[in-house]
């Protein structure tokens, strides 16, 4: 597609409750990251794909949270147990394979409400 | 520890009232730094990559510059759709972006 997409748009999860946010990545972009952004800071890393390799997952905060992306394509987060403290927008982006600098393209993100 | 520091916080100014936004690094190894404007409700739209000292580049109103320890984001002459933060990150060594808190513009008319 054009750009990254990111589906729901909005989620209200009771606590307790397990959600799954989707990622479709650019085309040929074989780079692959979920970021977490809270009210009024900049986004934080939580994890990084190259391809179906998860090359690094260590800004999951717990193991609530998991990630993958089985064809090297589409990636969903997923999380368990959703907890107030999950409330937030989660961004999904997408570059060429990452080498020197290669910009990464962010979608509209997932904004998530746990209540 | 690799950090990104932007500065101020909130910026208002009037239309066409020219300022800069600063953004200071500590990175081991800097592979690329780069801007990025966020309107509410959207996710960050890329505007600029800088990747070594005294690199400049430039786009409608706004113009980016790089040193070895921060980047400015200069604006011209702003306008009151120029309203957004402005996010600045950095690549290091390896495949991580970390960003900075962001700046809070606002252009009055």
């Known amino acids: 597609g054009a750009g990254v997409s990111q589906s729901p748009r909005y989620k209200v999860a009771k606590r307790g409750q397990d959600v799954a946010l989707r990622c479709d990545p650019i085309?040929?972009?074989?780079?692959l990251f979920w970021y977490q952004q809270a009210l009024g800071q900049g986004p934080e890393f939580l994890t990084y794909?190259?391809?179906?390799?998860?090359?690094?997952k260590s800004g999951l905060p717990s193991d609530r949270f998991f990630a993958e992306r089985p064809e090297g394509s589409v990636s969903t987060l997923k999380i368990q147990r959703t907890q107030q403290e999950d409330s937030a927008v989660y961004l999904c982006?997408?570059?060429?394979?990452?080498?020197?600098?290669?910009?990464?393209?962010f979608g509209e993100g997932s904004w998530l409400t746990v209540v | 520890e690799d950090q990104v520091t932007q500065s101020p916080e909130a910026l208002r100014l009037q239309e066409g009232e020219s300022s800069s936004l600063n953004c200071s690094y500590t990175?081991?190894?800097?592979?690329?730094l780069f801007w990025y404007r966020q309107d509410p409700g959207k996710g960050p739209e890329f505007l600029f990559t800088?990747?070594?000292a005294g690199e400049e580049k430039e786009k409608e109103r706004l113009k980016a510059t790089l040193t070895k320890k921060e980047s400015f984001l200069h604006i011209t002459a702003p306008k009151p759709e120029d309203s957004a933060t402005y996010l600045c990150?950095?690549?290091?060594?390896?495949?991580?972006?970390?960003f900075g808190a962001g700046t809070r513009l606002f252009v009055k008319a």
């Open positions: 085309s040929g972009h074989v780079s």
């Open positions: 794909f190259q391809n179906e390799a998860q090359l690094d």
């Open positions: 990150a950095v690549q290091e060594g390896g495949f991580k972006t970390i």
């Open positions: 982006a997408s570059s060429l394979p990452t080498g020197v600098g290669n910009t990464i393209y």
């Open positions: 990175v081991s190894g800097l592979r690329g």
């Open positions: 800088l990747y070594s």
